[in-house]
Nanobody, 116 residues
């Protein structure tokens, strides 16, 4: 079973920046969509951003203009650059991958916490 390994979470002051990274634990082929979801305490998991193998991106309205998703197809790695962080961005961030056959994989999650 493929595992998605996330890194880059932590404590951050309001207005600060963090960069999340995620890559499969072993080689994967036919990855179509890579992305990030998040889940705040007491709330449902929600979409943050996704990016296709062709580079098309989709963002939640709440992060547009502040977060940037990118990917390195050669490394099967997806990144989430988070700028101008707000207290409401505090959540566990989950990496996800969808293959061309429709299989979806999730990471274990990385915590992003407002330090105020």
């Amino acid at each position: 079973q493929v595992q998605l390994v996330e890194s880059g979470g932590g404590l951050v002051q309001p207005g600060g920046s963090l960069r999340l990274s995620c890559a499969p634990s072993r080689s994967m082929f036919s990855i179509y969509v890579m992305g990030w979801y998040r889940q705040a305490p007491g709330k449902q998991r929600e979409l943050v951003a996704t990016i296709t193998s062709g580079g098309s991106t989709n963002y939640a309205d709440s992060v547009k203009g502040r977060f940037t998703i990118s990917r390195d197809n050669a490394k099967n790695t997806v990144y989430l650059q988070m700028n101008s962080l707000k207290p409401e961005d505090t959540a566990v961030y989950y990496c996800t991958v969808v293959t061309t056959s429709g299989a979806r994989f999730w990471g274990q999650g990385t915590q992003v916490t407002d330090s105020s």
